[in-house]
């Protein structure tokens, strides 16, 4: 069930009206059967893996919490005792989720019988099966460290792990934070029911007017890669960025702004990440929650584990004090980034690009003190306006070269379409008309270019510290409701949609 189509503001209309008249204590229900509605409908198929999963998840954690319930005293040897049981619970969850990864690709052809119908391996991937893998590692993770109680009713953990706002694309969700939003009932706020919708409407507008416009040129360029050149594929690695960035952050927008007029308030995932001025500037920026989760359930203990900390003593001994921080900076962070690419895909392209982006954080930590004595040599001063909109820019082509490594599909592709941009200077392309090929005609260009500009002026006031909400809201209700109209009569009249029309998946929810 797509954010965007009919049937799921059919399901948040109704949930909407349920949810607030069932009394308090019962309206986590609500929200489950709505849940189960939204991710039934892509198939029953789909949900088996996913209840094996939250089943061993809440055994595992009922597990942990009796051992620690238990008449020992000595909390290292408790901790001990559930260890096991913990990672038999990341192992079974991590062993679904590289299975299905793998499937995604590579077992298309083989087939079984469910029901008396025949499904295909990959046809049986569940939805959001990354989310909410990590979500209940986190969440067995947190039971074993004592950071969060465990459920002892397995309904709740079925609410927490499938949240339908959040089991697409996130954010992924901690479960100290989000449990009591969900099982407590919330009441109905006009004003936030407002700035709810607001935001769905934000997001609409950046996915069917931005995304799926900048869609078209990525699908027809990379569809016949051959009978384009040079210019051309800046273009579509352009598109292709913008394509990501305002389907991602519309889905979050969509996602936030449905849980938001429910009363539960979800982490904010994404923060305008292109006004980043460096590479980890901006994976703090993008896709929040991922990075957090990483830090902390992977990076965080492998730079306390004692092997880690005793080569790092090691090397300081016979390297200097130097060398010995730099191994605890570049060990963690090179397992984060190889995990990160294989998070996002199995191919090749996808370790190359977790390579990419590890590599270009790894090198601005370990020479920073060199890169700062450049910059004083240069006599460069990092404060000044025009600086930082270069490193803003730099840090924008840094991300088009990602996208570069996986949005083709295929490294040769990657760099065949390098070696045209070199090799084939076509900049008549933009004057004679060629440039409609690529398959949108001047209207619609002018129109993705003109929605850019509306959302880079809104971004630019965010990031100014102004909310764009608030603001509107303050406005007097004539003005307010021109501003509601004219954002709803954009996305009907210049949304990508209608017969014939199939719009793409969100992105993010392949991974």
């Known amino acids: 069930m797509s954010f965007i189509s009919l049937s799921f503001f059919i399901l948040i209309s109704v949930t909407f009206v349920l949810y607030f008249l069932m009394p308090l204590k019962y309206r986590w229900i609500v929200l489950l059967v709505s849940s189960a509605v939204f991710?039934?409908?892509?198939?029953?198929?789909?949900?088996?893996?996913?209840?094996?999963?939250?089943?061993?998840?809440?055994?595992?954690?009922?597990?942990?919490?009796?051992?620690?319930?238990?008449d020992e005293t000595d909390r290292n040897k408790q901790k001990r005792a559930a260890k096991p049981y913990l990672m038999i619970g990341?192992?079974?969850?991590?062993?679904?989720?590289?299975?299905?990864?793998?499937?995604?690709?590579?077992?298309?052809?083989?087939?079984?019988?469910?029901?008396?119908?025949?499904?295909?391996?990959?046809?049986?991937?569940?939805?959001?099966?990354?989310?909410?893998?990590?979500?209940?590692?986190?969440?067995?993770?947190?039971?074993?460290?004592?950071?969060?109680?465990?459920?002892?009713?397995?309904?709740?953990?079925?609410?927490?792990?499938?949240?339908f706002p959040q089991v697409v694309e996130g954010p992924i969700p901690r479960h100290k934070?989000?449990?009591?939003?969900?099982?407590?009932?919330?009441?109905?706020?006009?004003?936030?029911?407002?700035?709810?919708?607001?935001?769905?409407?934000?997001?609409?507008?950046?996915?069917?007017?931005?995304?799926?416009?900048?869609?078209?040129?990525?699908?027809?360029?990379?569809?016949?890669?051959?009978?384009?050149?040079?210019?051309?594929?800046v273009v579509v690695i352009l598109a292709s960025a913008l394509q990501l960035y305002a389907d991602f952050s519309g889905?979050?927008?969509?996602?936030?702004?449905?849980?938001?007029?429910?009363?539960?308030?979800?982490?904010?995932?994404?923060?305008?990440?292109?006004?980043?001025?460096?590479?980890?500037?901006?994976w703090r920026r993008w896709h929040i929650t991922l990075g957090a989760w990483f830090k902390d359930y992977v990076y965080m203990p492998l730079v306390i584990s004692p092997k880690l900390m005793?080569?790092?003593?090691?090397?300081?001994?016979?390297?200097?004090?130097?060398?010995?921080?730099?191994?605890?900076?570049?060990?963690?962070?090179?397992?984060?980034?190889?995990?990160?690419?294989?998070?996002?895909?199995?191919?090749?392209?996808?370790?190359?690009?977790?390579?990419?982006?590890?590599?270009?954080?790894?090198?601005?930590?370990?020479?920073?003190?060199?890169?700062?004595?450049?910059?004083?040599?240069l006599h460069i001063n990092t404060e000044s306006d025009g600086w930082q909109r270069w490193q803003r820019i730099r840090t924008f082509l840094i991300f088009c070269g990602g996208r570069l490594l996986t949005a083709p599909g295929n490294l040769r592709i990657s760099g065949a379409m390098v070696k045209s941009v070199f090799r084939d200077f076509n900049p008549w392309i933009f004057f004679d008309g060629e440039i409609y090929s690529a398959g949108l005609n001047l209207q619609n260009l002018i129109c993705l270019l003109a929605s850019v500009l509306v959302l880079g002026f809104v971004s630019s006031r965010q990031e100014k510290g102004i909310n764009?909400?608030?603001?509107?809201?303050?406005?007097?209700?004539?003005?307010?409701?021109?501003?509601?109209?004219l954002l709803i009569f954009a996305i009907v009249i210049f949304g990508i949609w209608g017969p014939g029309y199939s719009s793409g998946a969100f992105m993010y929810s392949q991974y």
Request: with cysteine; glycine share 8%.
């Open 251 to 282: 889905c979050m927008d969509i996602a936030l702004g449905v849980s938001e007029c429910l009363g539960i308030e979800l982490e904010e995932n994404f923060k305008r990440p292109f006004f980043s001025r460096t590479a980890a500037e901006f």
């Open 90 to 163: 990341v192992a079974v969850l991590l062993f679904m989720l590289v299975f299905f990864k793998i499937a995604q690709n590579a077992f298309t052809s083989i087939s079984m019988v469910l029901h008396g119908k025949t499904f295909t391996i990959a046809g049986l991937i569940p939805l959001g099966i990354s989310y909410y893998t990590f979500a209940l590692i986190g969440y067995m993770a947190d039971v074993y460290w004592r950071k969060t109680v465990a459920e002892k009713n397995i309904f709740h953990l079925f609410l927490y792990a499938l949240f």
């Open 468 to 485: 764009i909400r608030e603001k509107v809201a303050s406005y007097p209700i004539v003005l307010r409701w021109i501003v509601y109209y």
């Open 310 to 377: 005793k080569l790092s003593k090691s090397v300081k001994e016979r390297r200097g004090v130097r060398a010995g921080k730099n191994v605890m900076a570049v060990i963690p962070l090179s397992i984060v980034w190889i995990l990160t690419g294989l998070w996002h895909g199995t191919g090749l392209g996808y370790i190359v690009w977790g390579v990419y982006w590890g590599a270009i954080i790894i090198i601005s930590t370990v020479f920073q003190p060199e890169i700062k004595k450049l910059d004083e040599k």
């Open 39 to 70: 991710y039934l409908y892509a198939g029953i198929e789909k949900v088996i893996f996913a209840i094996i999963a939250i089943i061993m998840a809440f055994a595992v954690s009922r597990k942990i919490t009796a051992i620690y319930e238990g």
């Open 177 to 233: 934070k989000l449990r009591d939003q969900l099982i407590t009932g919330h009441s109905f706020d006009f004003r936030r029911m407002c700035f709810g919708l607001q935001r769905v409407l934000w997001g609409l507008f950046k996915k069917m007017v931005i995304a799926d416009r900048a869609a078209i040129i990525v699908s027809t360029v990379f569809k016949n890669h051959l009978a384009f050149s040079g210019l051309f594929y």
